[in-house]
T-cell receptor, first 114, second 112 residues
Framework: DADVTQTPRNRITKTGKRIMLECSQT?????MYWYRQDPGLGLRLIYY???????NKGEISDGYSVSRQAQAKFSLSLESAIPNQTALYFC?????????????FGEGSRLTVL | AQSVTQPDIHITVSEGASLELRCNYS??????LFWYVQSPGQGLQLLLK??????LVQGIKGFEAEFKRSQSSFNLRKPSVHWSDAAEYFC??????????FGSGTRLSIRP
């Protein structure tokens, strides 16, 4: 089984719908992240969490929210999806201490908003 | 602002030829630097990392990278590429706020 699991892997939805992407990890890492990948733009950080009670906005948090339900679970929500949120979304984890910065990624969730 | 720049969007090399992918960073202090690879349909995998010490670092799959402070660069190299190296490559850095910042990526194609 994968260490970082994302569900769903693919989702097609309509404008205005609420969408939740879920991430769970078995690595025992404190830190979890949500990134968005768009062609030519690399990966951009949406939200990150350094522990269960710590949630931080990344560079592109508008239109998104997150929930850290447990150390192992970090969900990303789009309250009212719009077409420009069509992208590939990645969850990642990293160790807290020591903070080597190395990220461990899930396989991605491809979201299409029509 | 702290940033990572990959100036090449797409590179094509012949199988067996050498490869160099460019990465420049903009940071005040020496950052932690990384190269990740993304194969089609997959998540990202760490190739190598630089924290301190020897400026030439070895990674998996025969890749290496050299940190050059004077040029603010961390270029990725491989002496002889294989068809399986076709992928997208991302340079990244750990920022002062403990976040990983990625470059825009370089797509590598291999010519048979």
């Amino acid at each position: 089984d994968a260490d970082v699991t994302q569900t769903p892997r693919n989702r097609i939805t309509k404008t205005g719908k609420r969408i939740m992407l879920e991430c769970s990890q078995t690595k025992g890492h404190d830190r979890m992240y949500w990134y968005r990948q768009d062609p030519g733009l690399g990966l951009r950080l949406i939200y990150y969490s350094f522990d269960v009670k710590d949630i931080n906005k990344g560079e592109i948090s508008d239109g998104y929210s997150v929930s850290r339900q447990a150390q192992a679970k970090f969900s990303l929500s789009l309250e009212s999806a719009i077409p420009n949120q069509t992208a590939l979304y990645f969850c990642a984890t990293s160790r807290g201490t020591p903070n080597t910065g190395e990220l461990f990624f899930g396989e991605g969730s491809r979201l299409t908003v029509l | 602002a702290q940033s990572v720049t990959q100036p090449d969007i797409h590179i094509t090399v012949s199988e067996g030829a050498s490869l160099e992918l460019r990465c420049n960073y903009s940071y005040g202090a020496t950052p932690y630097l990384f190269w990740y690879v993304q194969s089609p349909g997959q998540g990202l995998q760490l190739l190598l990392k630089y924290f301190s010490g020897d400026t030439l670092v070895q990674g998996i799959k025969g890749f290496e990278a050299e940190f050059k402070r004077s040029q603010s660069s961390f270029n990725l190299r491989k002496p002889s590429v294989h068809w399986s190296d076709a992928a997208e490559y991302f340079c990244a850095a750990l920022s002062s706020a403990s976040k990983i910042i990625f470059g825009s990526g370089t797509r590598l194609s291999i010519r048979p």
